[in-house]
Each structure stands twice: as C-alpha cells, then as structure tokens.
T-cell receptor, first 117, second 113 residues
Framework: SAVISQKPSRDICQRGTSLTIQCQVD?????MFWYRQQPGQSLTLIAT?????????ESGFVIDKFPISRPNLTFSTLTVSNMSPEDSSIYLC??????????????FGSGTRLTVV | LAKTTQPISMDSYEGQEVNITCSHN???????ITWYQQFPSQGPRFIIQ???TKVTNEVASLFIPADRKSSTLSLPRVSLSDTAVYYC??????????????FGAGTRLFVKA
C-alpha cells in the first residue's frame, strides 16, 4: 500500500492565522481525500482533492475556509484559513488506488494535530 | 451511501474472540464492506474487506450473510494491543468512480488483561 508523509505532525497556531498541511505520497494515487477528526469523535470528510481541478467539498465545508491544492498525483495541501479555536482538531490525508473490484483500500496519513489558541 | 450502525463500545479480555457486528440495511448491489482499525494518535488502518460470505486474512475474519444487510468482524484471541476503534464502512468499488469513504461512529473496543 502507499506510504503517506503528512506534515506538520502538530502545530499550535494563533487565531486569525492560516496553516497549510502537506500530504506527500510515495506513489501515484488516483484519489486523495482530506478528513477532520475532533477529539473522541469519528472522521468527517472535508473534501476530495482532484488532480488539476478544484476540490469537491462536502456539505458544511467551503473552499474559502479550506482551500485545497493537488498539483499532481502524489501531492496535496490543505489550508485551514482564518483559524478559530473551533478549528482545533486532527486533520488527516487519505489516498486510494484503483484496482480490481474488492481489492482496494484506503491508506491514511498519521494526521496533523492542530491547536488554535 | 449506505449508513452503518455499530455498537458504540465493547469490552473483552485477552485471549477471547471478539465479534463486532455492523448493520447496513440500505447496502447497494455494488457496495463492498470494509473495516478499519484506529489507534490513538494514528490514522485508520485497513483491516479487511468483503462483498459476501466469508473473508479471512492474517488479522481477522469478516462474515457477511446472504442478504448483506449486516456484517461481523471477528478478531480471534485478542490482546491488549487490539484496544482501538473499529470502523465499518460501506461503499462502491473505486472502479466505478466517485467512491468516497464516509465514516460512522465506530466501535471502541477495550481489551482488559
């Protein structure tokens, strides 16, 4: 399976600032996703990062707040803009490869723990 | 996307077999059933996937009845290190495009000594 390097692993940021999280994959992948996981909660899908085009956002998430780039098949960034304490969470990158039916799986990065003060 | 329902938490003892059942009454014909494991401070990790009947790998077994409206993850002889959150997901194969992974609440398994 793919190996993901997600950076930074954690950060403490001032409210009103922005943080860009990077997701680097060791091989080309078809699909890349960004999730948010609040403490003790399940994962919530933010958006699907599309290579060469605008990301597809889930309900409740907008591009102005969470701009996403995906310049190629191995790299993506998520920016958390104009942060507030409510944005404190773990942000995870996930990738998937196409394959034979039933043989696919998703690989997750180790996450970025963000604290906004 | 089919919604899944799992128990919120389960307790077990070392050496026991643990079965976690997931309900997915609205599963579609093309949907696969996938289970993930998540430890604290880590991203979820793929455990097993199936479409029907039984699937077994080195980590777990997955039992899926004929109607596919539920599935059971079976962990043989659990150890303390199996304490984690287990997620059941249902979705279409990537080959048909547009697949995205929606996580339910998951089952928090706590293994005691």
């Amino acid at each position: 399976s793919a190996v993901i390097s997600q950076k930074p692993s954690r950060d403490i940021c001032q409210r009103g600032t922005s943080l860009t999280i990077q997701c680097q994959v060791d091989s080309q992948v078809t699909m890349m996703f960004w999730y948010r996981q609040q403490p003790g909660q399940s994962l919530t899908l933010i958006a699907t990062a599309n290579q060469g085009s605008e990301a597809t956002y889930e309900s409740g998430f907008v591009i102005d707040k969470f701009p996403i780039s995906r310049p190629n098949l191995t790299f993506s960034t998520l920016t958390v803009s104009n942060m507030s304490p409510e944005d404190s969470s773990i942000y995870l990158c996930s990738v998937a490869k196409t394959g034979s039916p039933g043989l696919h799986g998703y690989t997750f990065g180790s996450g970025t723990r963000l604290t906004v003060v | 996307l089919a919604k899944t329902t799992q128990p919120i938490s389960m307790d077990s003892y070392e050496g026991q077999e643990v079965n976690i059942t997931c309900s997915h009454n609205n599963i579609a014909t093309n949907d696969y059933i996938t289970w993930y494991q998540q430890f604290p401070s880590q991203g979820p990790r793929f455990i097993i996937q199936g479409y029907k009947t039984k699937v077994t790998n080195e980590v777990a077994s997955l039992f899926i009845p004929a109607d596919r409206k539920s599935s059971t993850l079976s962990l043989p002889r659990v150890s303390l290190s199996d304490t984690a959150v287990y997620y059941c997901l249902v979705g279409d194969s990537l080959n048909t495009g547009g697949f995205k992974t929606i996580f339910g609440a998951g089952t928090r398994l706590f293994v005691k000594a």
